[in-house]
């Protein structure tokens, strides 16, 4: 167990680096060139405490993933076993949706985003809620599909066609309601929930087809955050809230650590007890597992409380200070300065989603659960050019197209996402929307996001700079499906090559036998 939580520390170490080194090469060419006209574009007093908390981050990432190994994963698993054998299909249904608006309503990515938004436009209890119910009816849906074996592939093309059929009925002055739709649909599939809804859907497979199908296993984390998007449209619609642009508290005295602390630690709790409440309640009835196991998800569910608490610490503290700064102070330099930011976006894209938690459990999950056929490295790299494509189409909206319409960026991408859905094979297409949501996770809304509202704040430009959690939750659906597509293609190439090199040089020759009157042949 020792040397699973050291060989975490070291995966996290190695995914949080780069972003700090990132951070340390512009801070050094700041001080020691004249490339920002000697314009202090990283506060040193940032920086330090942004240092300080990258190491802590490690710390935080590495508990987390590897108590949700200990605990989420496992009651995810049991629940959506034991559940799928229930004999009543109304308490099924209870259980599940109840199941998805515990796990939502306090996700701490949806919290992060939410905070962003003027309780004025818009309450966050009412967005919280409201997207909870949306996760709960799609991951009753998800375990509907999963037991009636549908394809998730036509699932996705209706539901899809519905998001876009309702987002045809807002006109040019609704705010920004569109974008932080899609946006929900990101954030909703954080560190929380990403491990429990993977599991919960091993689960269902296991006990509806007596054995692990991965096709069935993935792909309920990606209809579910379907649910949001509609939901939150739907609010839309209804109330009309008049939301322009968000803002991204930047707060980071040292005497605010403790308040952060005692927030992030409330919001874990309220996450993180009511699933294991829960689990240990139903499990005494229906599971009634052995002690041992029952304790080690225990140690597993505080190693996920503490690692959560100073992840979400850290990164309040020291990463949406210094994401909104860089973007507001890079931005403030004038037009010159432009395509620099646009090379920044590219590569915090490329390098961030390393640091998701979600992301690091997922691939884990992935790469067990298929045997090794898809591999962590080639997940990671596939993701990486996703979500730095969607930093950087994102970046371009904000300085150059602020009056764009989103859905210019968002029909065309999830046409392509769905028009590759039916070439690639149904693992692929399961994985890759799947790992859209969990590329859009905590790293995504606490500090690209504020990086993108410090730009949009700046220029002033009519541009509300959200929608990049969406963006990001779209294009690694593509690049791992394009993944999927060019292994299929080398699989078969390399399959039709081997055919060659075993054929026999006299495998073309036809032999013709006589047959003799008393039937035998020669």
Same mark, same amino acid.
């Given at each position: 167990?020792?040397?699973?939580?050291?060989?975490?520390?070291?995966?996290?170490?190695?995914?949080?680096?780069?972003?700090?080194?990132?951070?340390?090469?512009?801070?050094?060419?700041?001080?020691?060139?004249?490339?920002?006209?000697?314009?202090?574009?990283?506060?040193?007093?940032?920086?330090?405490?942004?240092?300080?908390?990258?190491?802590?981050?490690?710390?935080?990432?590495?508990?987390?993933?590897?108590?949700?190994?200990?605990?989420?994963?496992?009651?995810?698993?049991?629940?959506?076993?034991?559940?799928?054998?229930?004999?009543? /299909?109304?308490?099924?249904?209870?259980?599940?949706?109840?199941?998805?608006?515990?796990?939502?309503?306090?996700?701490?990515?949806?919290?992060?985003?939410?905070?962003?938004?003027?309780?004025?436009?818009?309450?966050?209890?009412?967005?919280?809620?409201? &997207?909870? *119910?949306?996760?709960?009816?799609?991951?009753?849906?998800?375990?509907?599909?999963?037991?009636?074996?549908?394809?998730?592939?036509?699932?996705?093309?209706?539901?899809?066609?519905?998001?876009?059929?309702?987002?045809?009925? %807002?006109?040019?002055?609704?705010? +920004?309601?569109?974008?932080?739709?899609?946006?929900?649909?990101?954030?909703?599939?954080?560190?929380?929930?990403?491990?429990?809804?993977?599991?919960?859907?091993?689960?269902?497979?296991?006990?509806?087809?007596?054995?692990?199908?991965?096709?069935?296993?993935?792909?309920?984390?990606?209809?579910?955050?379907?649910?949001?998007?509609?939901?939150?449209?739907?609010?839309?619609?209804? /109330?009309?809230?008049?939301?322009?642009?968000?803002? *991204?508290?930047?707060?980071?005295?040292?005497?605010?650590?403790?308040?952060?602390?005692?927030?992030?630690?409330?919001?874990?709790?309220?996450?993180?007890?009511?699933?294991?409440?829960? %689990?240990?309640?139903?499990?005494?009835?229906?599971?009634?597992?052995?002690?041992?196991?029952?304790?080690?998800?225990?140690?597993?569910?505080?190693?996920?409380?503490?690692?959560?608490?100073?992840?979400?610490?850290?990164?309040? %503290?020291?990463?949406?200070?210094?994401?909104?700064?860089?973007?507001?102070?890079?931005?403030?330099?004038?037009?010159?300065?432009?395509?620099?930011?646009?090379?920044?976006?590219?590569?915090?894209?490329?390098?961030?989603?390393?640091?998701?938690?979600?992301?690091?459990?997922?691939?884990?999950?992935?790469?067990?659960?298929?045997?090794?056929?898809?591999?962590?490295?080639?997940?990671?790299? *596939?993701?990486?050019?996703?979500? +730095?494509?969607?930093?950087?189409?994102?970046?371009?909206?904000?300085?150059?197209?602020?009056?764009?319409?989103?859905?210019?960026?968002?029909?065309?991408?999830?046409?392509?996402?769905?028009?590759?859905?039916?070439?690639?094979?149904?693992?692929?297409?399961?994985? *890759?929307?799947?790992?859209?949501? &969990?590329?859009?996770? +905590?790293?995504?809304?606490?500090? &690209?996001?504020?990086?993108?509202?410090?730009?949009?704040?700046?220029?002033?430009?009519?541009?509300?700079?959200?929608?990049?959690?969406?963006?990001?939750?779209?294009?690694?659906?593509? +690049?791992?499906?394009?993944?999927?597509?060019?292994?299929?293609?080398?699989?078969?190439?390399?399959?039709?090559?081997?055919?060659?090199?075993?054929?026999?040089?006299?495998?073309?020759?036809? /032999?013709?036998?006589?047959?003799?009157?008393?039937?035998?042949?020669?």
């Amino acid at each position: 167990m020792f040397k699973l939580l050291l060989k975490r520390l070291k995966e996290s170490a190695f995914s949080i680096m780069p972003i700090m080194a990132i951070v340390f090469v512009l801070w050094l060419i700041q001080t020691f060139t004249n490339l920002f006209q000697y314009n202090e574009i990283i506060d040193s007093k940032i920086l330090i405490i942004f240092l300080i908390c990258g190491l802590v981050l490690m710390i935080g990432m590495s508990c987390f993933t590897f108590g949700s190994e200990l605990a989420m994963s496992k009651v995810g698993h049991y629940l959506g076993s034991s559940i799928t054998k229930r004999k009543s /299909i109304v308490l099924m249904v209870v259980l599940i949706f109840l199941l998805g608006l515990m796990i939502t309503i306090a996700e701490p990515d949806l919290t992060i985003l939410a905070s962003y938004l003027d309780p004025k436009d818009l309450n966050p209890w009412i967005l919280k809620i409201s &997207v909870g *119910a949306g996760i709960g009816v799609f991951l009753v849906l998800g375990f509907i599909r999963i037991i009636f074996r549908k394809s998730l592939r036509v699932w996705l093309i209706f539901f899809y066609a519905c998001i876009f059929g309702i987002a045809c009925l %807002f006109g040019g002055k609704d705010g +920004a309601i569109l974008e932080i739709s899609f946006d929900s649909g990101g954030a909703t599939t954080g560190p929380i929930t990403v491990p429990f809804l993977i599991a919960f859907g091993s689960g269902i497979a296991m006990a509806s087809s007596g054995k692990n199908e991965s096709s069935d296993t993935f792909g309920i984390t990606g209809l579910c955050s379907v649910g949001p998007i509609i939901i939150v449209m739907l609010l839309g619609l209804f /109330i009309k809230p008049n939301i322009v642009s968000g803002t *991204a508290v930047t707060t980071n005295e040292i005497d605010h650590i403790y308040n952060l602390l005692l927030s992030s630690t409330k919001e874990v709790l309220i996450a993180i007890l009511p699933i294991m409440i829960f %689990f240990y309640i139903y499990q005494f009835f229906f599971i009634k597992l052995h002690k041992s196991a029952l304790f080690k998800i225990f140690i597993g569910f505080i190693f996920m409380i503490f690692g959560l608490v100073i992840f979400l610490s850290a990164a309040n %503290f020291g990463f949406i200070p210094l994401g909104s700064s860089l973007g507001k102070n890079i931005t403030q330099l004038g037009n010159y300065y432009f395509p620099l930011l646009l090379i920044i976006s590219i590569i915090i894209g490329f390098v961030i989603v390393l640091a998701e938690p979600g992301v690091q459990v997922l691939t884990h999950q992935v790469e067990d659960l298929s045997n090794g056929s898809i591999k962590r490295s080639k997940m990671f790299i *596939a993701l990486c050019i996703g979500v +730095a494509l969607a930093v950087f189409s994102a970046t371009v909206k904000v300085i150059y197209l602020p009056d764009l319409n989103i859905l210019f960026y968002f029909v065309p991408l999830y046409l392509l996402c769905l028009l590759l859905s039916l070439i690639v094979p149904d693992i692929y297409v399961a994985v *890759a929307f799947d790992s859209g949501g &969990v590329a859009s996770g +905590a790293m995504s809304s606490c500090f &690209v996001l504020p990086f993108i509202l410090g730009i949009s704040a700046t220029l002033n430009n009519g541009s509300s700079g959200f929608g990049v959690i969406g963006l990001i939750a779209t294009m690694p659906i593509i +690049a791992i499906q394009f993944m999927g597509a060019y292994l299929k293609i080398s699989s078969a190439i390399k399959y039709r090559f081997a055919r060659r090199r075993v054929k026999e040089e006299n495998d073309d020759q036809i /032999i013709h036998f006589k047959e003799e009157k008393n039937g035998s042949k020669k």
